[in-house]
């Protein structure tokens, strides 16, 4: 009998939690005697949709199923349909995809979403805001793009637990690292970044972070550079050899984990194609505070 085989989508390996969502991906197939084939739609949602209609259409070999984080807003809905169409499983990662009840009615083949509850991690940043900055303060808030859903989210959940006193500079980056440093090494230029008293940089995810950081760290005036290193750099995604190691080494003060999404959708495609396992519509991976929030003392 053949290795059920599975493909994986994900939309850029430019930052640290898509390369560990890849290795992951890869590691969990090894382990359970699986094919895995992962590509990168390079944060291009027409690449990517191009890209998985070749896998669905191809002529000698299909795959079983396909797990797909999209690039874009979208959730690919006339994609899902094709694959559908041909007998294909689909799983999308880190989106809502409101045609997933209309494609499970009537197909006996795995098809479901799952993902990080994107406003639980916003709200666990928002109680490390509220540790560091108890009587309020200004924060450098770098969001993810406008057209993601996971932004938005973590912003939303952000707002139910900060200090209603804490107030948000907000700008946008693309999830990397090197989108955060030129955005903010931009701002360190104008009069606002000094005028704006930023008592923490925050930003909604590690990478990002870091982007940031690196931007302060390049400031040719010795005191603003030691004041912007001075401050807490707080993320999220705390991958072990990426995120939790930069809290370890200081240059986070701290970052919120969110385990892989591809170990789950893997381990539940199994379980529907091998044992018959009807899985849920949605599903959502917990995330925790690194460190605990109540252990940050204020700045």
Not at 269 to 292: I, K, M, N, Y
């Amino acid at each position: 009998m053949s290795k059920l085989w599975f493909v994986v989508s994900l939309p850029t390996l430019e930052n640290d939690y898509q390369q560990h969502q890849a290795n992951q991906a890869e590691r969990t197939a090894a382990r359970l005697g699986l094919r895995v084939t992962v590509i990168e739609a390079k944060n291009d949602s027409i690449t990517q949709s191009l890209e998985l209609l070749r896998f669905i259409q191809a002529k000698a070999e299909r795959p079983n199923a396909i797990i797909v984080e999209p690039a874009g807003g979208t959730a690919f809905p006339q994609v899902a349909k094709a694959a559908v169409g041909n007998g294909i499983g689909w799983v999308v990662l880190n989106r809502a995809a409101d045609y997933i009840p209309e494609l499970r009615r009537g197909s006996n083949i795995p098809i479901f979403h799952l993902g990080p509850d994107h406003v639980e991690i916003g709200r666990m940043q928002g109680m490390q805001l509220g540790a560091l900055l108890p009587r309020g303060g200004s924060v450098l808030y770098i969001e993810g793009p406008a057209t993601s859903s996971s932004a938005r989210k973590r912003y939303e959940g952000l707002l139910e637990t900060m200090p209603p006193t804490v107030q948000l500079f907000r700008m946008r980056a693309h999830w990397t690292e090197d989108s955060s440093y030129k955005l903010v090494s931009r701002w360190l230029k104008l009069a606002t970044s000094r005028d704006a008293g930023i008592q923490v940089v925050a930003a909604q995810d590690d990478s990002m972070a870091i982007g940031a950081r690196k931007a302060c760290e390049e400031l040719f005036d010795e005191e603003a550079r030691a004041a912007w290193l001075g401050l807490p750099f707080l993320g999220c995604d705390g991958v072990e050899e990426t995120g939790q190691a930069w809290v370890r080494e200081g240059k986070l003060r701290a970052t919120v984990i969110s385990p892989a999404s591809t170990t789950l959708a893997i381990q539940m495609l199994l379980a529907s194609l091998r044992d018959g396992v009807v899985q849920p519509e949605h599903s959502q991976t917990r995330p925790s505070s690194f460190p605990a929030a109540e252990s940050l003392k204020p700045v």
